[in-house]
């Protein structure tokens, strides 16, 4: 008996725990959206455009399907800010040899300047945080942070 409440309480502490860093990150997002909107990390096609962008530059050429699987959204809203990024000239659509109808996405030479850009102001600004904290800390705590959201897209998957 004894055990089951220790473990009780011990389930209850880290579900605590894991509630309040839940809490944490989501107030840290939007902290960090309002940055992101002064500094022109966000601009007016959005923060998610950011991600779409360092996705075709870090993996190359992808459907706007495959883009949306990556991200907890509808593939119409990538295709919206394909065409938005597609109209900036910062991506184009290419011939997919997979696939007849469902055409390649991929960066164009200002698209790829425009992502090394924001990159280095992105770094530019991460690197004046965290100086108390070790790189140690920071890189366990990220890798925490992605477990617990690759369980979160488990549990929204099924």
């Known amino acids: 008996m004894r055990q089951r409440k220790a473990a009780g309480r011990t389930a209850t502490g880290k579900g605590e725990a894991i509630a309040n860093l839940m809490l944490e990150v989501a107030q840290f ?4 959206r309002a940055v992101g909107q002064r500094t022109g990390l966000i601009t007016s096609w959005g923060g998610g455009a950011f991600g779409f962008v360092r996705s ?4 190359g050429p992808l459907t706007v399907p495959q883009i949306a699987q990556m991200r907890p959204t509808s593939r119409q809203r990538m295709q919206r800010l394909a065409d938005e990024l597609a109209a900036e000239g910062l991506v184009e659509f290419i011939d997919n040899p997979r696939h007849r109808r ?4 991929r960066l164009t030479r200002k698209g790829d300047a425009r992502y090394r850009e924001l990159s280095a102001r992105f770094l530019a600004i991460a690197s004046t945080m965290g100086a108390e904290l070790s790189e140690a800390d920071i890189r366990k705590t990220a890798e925490i942070v992605r477990q617990l959201s690759e369980e979160v897209k488990g549990r929204g998957d099924a």
């Open 29 to 32: 997002f939007f902290r960090i």
């Open 102 to 105: 469902s055409k390649l996405v």
């Open 56 to 59: 075709l530059a870090l993996i």
